[in-house]
């Protein structure tokens, strides 16, 4: 797999709809895009994230099918590394820090309770 590139707004926006439908046509794509390009602009941006290596397609009859190259949690895992890298110097206490500090929800009892378990099991795995 090629190594994988940077994502335009536009992209991000494909890269959702496939992920959530887990597999789409260039059709299906379309419908699902907010202000959406023309059909051939869609097909365009398709082999784009094709050729950056984020999917793959498979023909089904006359239409191709695109599938992420990656599944979903990888893929996430990856960004919140870039994340983490370009904008926290690596570090999850000030990335953790500044989520809590813009968080327009109160966090409730159970997500406290969720959030010790896993710094606690983290810490037991030696992370």
């Known amino acids: 797999m090629k190594e994988q590139k940077k994502l335009s707004r536009r992209e991000r926006q494909i890269m959702d709809i496939i992920y959530e439908l887990q597999e789409a ?3 299906q794509v379309l419908d699902h895009l907010p202000d959406p390009p023309s059909y051939s ?3 365009a941006l398709l082999r784009v994230l ?3 290596g984020h999917l793959t397609h498979k023909q089904d009859g006359p239409r191709y099918v695109f599938i992420p190259t990656l599944p979903r949690e990888e893929a996430r895992q990856n960004a919140l590394k870039h994340v983490l890298k370009t904008f926290f110097d690596n570090s999850t206490e000030k990335a953790v820090a500044a989520i809590l500090d813009i968080s327009e929800d109160q966090l409730s ?3 406290y309770e969720r959030l010790s378990k896993l710094i ?8």
Do not use: L, M
Not at 120 to 127: D, F, P, V, Y
């Open 25 to 27: 046509t260039a059709a």
């Open 120 to 127: 606690n099991k983290a810490r037991q795995e030696g992370r």
């Open 50 to 52: 094709e050729e950056k």
């Open 109 to 111: 009892d159970e997500d």
């Open 41 to 43: 602009a869609v097909r």
